[in-house]
């Protein structure tokens, strides 16, 4: 005879992986406003960006950010193995070479 299933435990299961996704996505979006600088502005300046970038529906503005999203990613997140080797692939600038900083 089978056992039966205790749905309460599966959906608290389910809502603490919810809450643990969550709380990793947020994180990660903390991290992500660190890594480019971001966190130098201030909430309205950061805000007011996020909120012109999610209103545009440009298909031009979005493909030329997700490229420069690439090449940033390509760039810092590889750049202990690949810098030190000579690799400057996709010309993404490296942090010593930002005229801002």
Same mark, same amino acid.
Request: charged share 30%; proline share 3%.
């Given at each position: ?13 389910? @809502?603490?992986?919810?809450?643990? =996704? *969550? ?11 660190? %890594? ?5 502005? @201030?909430?309205?300046? =950061? ?12 298909? #031009? *503005? $979005? ?6 999203? #690439?090449?940033?990613? !390509?760039? *810092?997140? $590889? ?5 030190? #080797?000579?690799?400057? !692939? @996709?010309?993404? *600038?490296? %942090?010593? @070479?930002?005229? %801002?900083?």
């Amino acid at each position: 005879m089978r056992k039966p299933r205790d749905f309460d435990a599966e959906l608290k299961a389910l @809502s603490e992986k919810a809450a643990q =996704l *969550k709380t990793r996505k947020v994180q990660q979006f903390g991290e992500l406003v660190i %890594a480019t600088g971001a966190d130098a502005l @201030s909430i309205e300046e =950061l805000t007011g960006a996020l909120v012109t970038i999610a209103a545009t529906n440009e298909p #031009q *503005k $979005r493909e030329a950010w997700a490229t420069k999203g #690439q090449a940033f990613f !390509q760039g *810092k997140t $590889r750049s202990t193995g690949k810098r030190a #080797q000579g690799n400057t !692939q @996709s010309g993404a *600038k490296s %942090a010593d @070479s930002d005229p %801002a900083r």
